[in-house]
C-alpha cells in the first residue's frame, strides 16, 4: 500500500504529456505478450492511467531509491532527514552508494540499518567499486571480505557494482575473464545469503573488438553463472544502449529490444534502475535525462510487461534514480508520485 499522502500538482500535465508522446519504448516486448499497442490505443492507455481503473502498475513494496540520486542532501544533512522525507514521498527501499554522511558526522552500520528501518525503509542493496590498482581499496577485487561484512551488517539481500565488466578490455576473452571475477564474487555472496548483481551503462551494450558480430553484454549473460551473478538493469542506459548500438561498427543493423532480455529471463533481473530521458538524437547518448514520469520511456509499458510474468510482480525491486536532479528532493516525490499512478490497462 502506498504511503503518499498527497498527489503532485502537476502529475495530470505530466501524464497527460507521455500520452501524447506516443514513446515507443517496451513495444517490442508487449508483442511478445500479446499486447502490442497501437496508435488507436494510445488515448486509451493515457486514459486509464489517470481515471485510476486497474491495479496499480507498481507492486506493493517495492519502490525504492537509489541514494547516489540525494547524495548531496546525504551530505550536507546526514542520512535522517533524507530517509524522513523518503518516507513522506512513499518510498519502501533504498539502495546505498556509500555508508558516510559527510558534514552531519559519523555514523555506523549498525545505526544505519536501525534509521532506514525506522522510517519504514528496506535497504535493499548497495553498490561498490569492481577493482582499483590501490590495494586497500574498497572494492570486490582488492577486498571482497570486507565489502560482504558490511552488507551483511546493514541486511542487504543484494550487493553489487556499477562498474563495467572492462578491467581486462573489451575483447571476448577479457569479459570471459571478468566474468569468472564475477562468478567469485557471486558464489561468496551467495554463501552468505546475498545475490551479486551488476548494474549497466549504455558501454555494456556495445561490441567486442576483436569480433564485431558479438555484444558484450550477450558475453556477461553468457559467462556468469546465472545462479550466481544478477543483473540490475538502468532501463534508461539499456535504451541509450540500443540508441548507441543498434549497428555494429561496419554498419550492419544489429537491433534490440532491452525488455526482451529481461522477459526471456527475468529470474535474473532483481533489481531496476527506473530512470527517464527525453529522446534526443543529437545527444551522444540519444536521451536528456530527466525525472522520472518527465521522458519517453514507457513505464507504464516496461514495469507492465515484467510484473505480468507468471509469478514475478513481487520478484522485482524498482529503484528511481537521476545522475544529476536539478533538486534531488524534488526529484524524489515527483517520480514516486508518477510511478505510484501508473495502472494497468483493463
Known amino acids: 500500500m502506498s504511503r503518499i499522502s498527497q498527489p503532485d500538482p502537476e502529475l495530470a500535465h505530466r501524464l497527460s504529456r507521455r500520452g501524447m508522446l506516443g514513446?515507443?519504448?517496451?513495444?517490442?516486448?508487449?508483442?511478445?505478450?500479446?499486447?502490442?499497442?497501437t496508435p488507436a490505443t494510445a488515448a486509451t492507455d493515457t486514459a486509464d492511467k489517470t481515471s485510476g481503473r486497474g491495479r496499480p502498475v507498481l507492486p506493493p513494496g517495492r519502490l525504492g531509491i537509489q541514494l547516489?540520486?540525494?547524495r548531496d542532501k546525504v551530505s550536507t544533512l546526514g542520512f535522517a532527514p533524507v530517509f524522513a522525507e523518503l518516507e513522506k514521498y512513499g518510498y519502501d527501499e533504498v539502495e546505498f552508494a556509500g555508508y558516510t554522511q559527510g558534514s552531519a558526522g559519523p555514523i555506523t552500520l549498525a545505526q544505519l540499518k536501525r534509521l532506514a528501518r525506522d522510517h519504514g525503509l528496506n535497504p535493499i542493496g548497495s553498490h561498490v567499486g569492481y577493482y582499483s590498482d590501490d590495494p586497500n581499496a574498497y572494492t570486490f577485487a582488492q577486498n571482497l571480505t570486507k565489502v560482504l561484512d558490511d552488507a551483511q551488517a546493514l541486511g542487504l539481500k543484494h550487493i553489487g557494482t556499477a562498474s563495467g565488466p572492462f578491467r581486462y578490455g573489451s575483447t571476448v576473452d577479457a569479459w570471459k575473464r571478468a566474468a569468472e571475477e564475477f562468478n567469485t564474487y557471486g558464489a561468496a555472496a551467495k554463501a552468505r545469503g546475498m545475490k551479486f548483481y551488476q548494474h549497466n551503462h549504455s558501454e555494456e551494450f556495445s561490441f567486442a573488438t576483436d569480433n564485431p558480430k558479438v555484444r558484450l553484454y550477450d558475453v556477461l549473460l553468457k559467462e556468469t553463472d546465472p545462479d550466481l551473478v544478477f543483473l540490475e538493469m538502468d532501463i534508461y542506459w539499456a535504451y541509450s544502449g540500443q540508441f548507441r548500438f543498434s549497428k555494429r561498427p561496419d554498419g550492419t543493423p544489429a537491433p534490440f529490444e532491452p525488455l526482451n532480455y529481461v522477459l526471456r529471463q527475468p529470474h535474473r533481473y532483481p533489481l531496476f534502475?527506473?530512470?527517464?530521458?527525453?529522446?534526443?538524437?543529437?545527444?551522444?547518448?540519444?536521451?536528456?535525462?530527466?525525472?522520472?514520469?518527465?521522458?519517453?520511456?514507457?513505464?507504464?509499458?516496461?514495469?507492465?510487461?515484467?510484473?505480468?510474468?507468471?509469478?514475478?510482480?513481487?520478484?522485482?525491486?524498482?529503484q528511481a534514480e537521476h545522475d544529476q536532479p536539478t533538486e534531488s528532493f524534488t526529484f524524489a516525490r515527483r517520480s514516486s508520485a508518477y510511478l505510484h499512478s501508473l495502472r494497468e490497462k483493463c
Request: charged fraction near 20%.
Open 273 to 318: 534502475h527506473v530512470k527517464d530521458g527525453v529522446s534526443d538524437p543529437a545527444n551522444t547518448y540519444g536521451y536528456r535525462m530527466t525525472d522520472v514520469g518527465d521522458g519517453d520511456i514507457d513505464y507504464q509499458k516496461f514495469i507492465s510487461a515484467v510484473t505480468r510474468l507468471r509469478g514475478e510482480r513481487l520478484a522485482h525491486h524498482w
Open 68 to 70: 547516489y540520486s540525494l
Open 23 to 37: 514513446v515507443a519504448a517496451g513495444a517490442t516486448a508487449a508483442a511478445l505478450l500479446g499486447a502490442a499497442a
